[in-house]
């Protein structure tokens, strides 16, 4: 997976929560593996679609995890069981408000990413 999808990504998810805590964002956690079909198919076309790109720079921060190399801390708290799995964290909260598993075409995540902005408030949206 190529971070080069947008400057917003953070690999580590305490720096991606901290960014978010401060720029009154939602944190994006993106779980994939390499070889999957339906994640080359979200980085390919879904994430890079202006509409999508656009929403994702403004409101959220997102953090790409890699299933196969997952911090077990991470593991336990998040616990993805397939990919791409998508989980939207409210860090002013400190507790998820959103999880989505599979393949989403363009319009379906725009509509997953406006839900958690509705859901977290965020003024960004």
Do not use: H
Request: glycine share 6%.
């Amino acid at each position: 997976m190529s971070l080069a999808l947008s400057s917003r990504w953070y690999p580590d998810f305490n720096e991606g929560v901290r960014v978010a805590k401060k720029e009154g964002k939602l944190v994006l956690l993106y779980f994939y593996e390499e070889g999957c079909n339906f994640c080359k198919y979200m980085e390919d076309v879904v994430f890079v679609d202006p509409k999508v790109s656009e929403l994702m720079e403004r409101a959220f921060v997102v953090v790409p995890i890699d299933v196969e190399d997952i911090p077990s801390e991470l593991d336990r708290r998040f616990r993805a069981f397939g990919t791409p799995t998508f989980m939207v964290y409210d860090p002013k909260k400190d507790k998820l408000i959103m999880q989505v598993f599979g393949l989403q075409e363009t319009d379906e995540f725009l509509e997953v990413l406006n839900s958690a902005c509705r859901k977290g408030k965020v003024k960004g949206c």
